[in-house]
């Protein structure tokens, strides 16, 4: 698996996740997760769980680094890394995994558990996403 960056390594993107992290708003899960989403452009988009009194209304670190992105990056995103605190892996949800599709179905996802380094594509993990259109033909 190529890593898309020269300058910014996988290890860097978990770091900023990490960052992002700390901004959490978790207080009824106590959960928190942080997220850092890198361009084509060598830029780092960020994001962290922000959750509400009306659970439903909680949005995932991955969906606000990736709205971030889409309304301030130039570039396009090529990896995504997530971190929570539990030790273990935190893989996007299954929402958060067909929302990243849209913008990049070939998208890095990197993991990290007790400090090892796992990276898979997005594809990898949602292999029948939901689409309106033939792949390929997402609208610009
Ligand atoms: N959460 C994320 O931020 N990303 C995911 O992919 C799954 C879950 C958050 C939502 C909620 O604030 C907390 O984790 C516990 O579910």
Redesign the pocket.
């Known amino acids: 698996m190529d890593w898309p960056s020269k300058v910014i390594s996988p290890d860097d993107l978990l770091w900023r996740a990490r960052k992002a992290l700390q901004s ?1 708003y ?1 207080p ?2 106590g ?3 942080g ?1 850092a989403i890198l361009t084509t452009d060598d830029e780092i988009f960020i994001g ?4 509400n009194a009306v659970l439903s209304l ?7 680094a990736m709205t971030s992105l889409v309304q301030n990056a130039t570039g396009k995103p090529v990896a995504i890394a ?1 971190v ?1 605190e539990s030790g273990h892996e ?4 299954g ?2 995994r067909q929302f990243l599709f849209e913008f990049n179905p070939d998208m890095l996802v990197v993991l990290e558990s007790s400090g090892q380094i796992s990276t898979k594509t997005l594809r990898d993990l949602l292999p029948s996403p939901f689409m309106t259109t033939p792949e390929g033909s997402f609208p610009e």
């Open positions: 959490s978790a009824y899960s959960f928190r997760v997220s962290c769980n922000v959750e909680t949005i995932c670190a991955e969906r606000n997530v929570c935190c893989p996007p949800c929402s958060c």
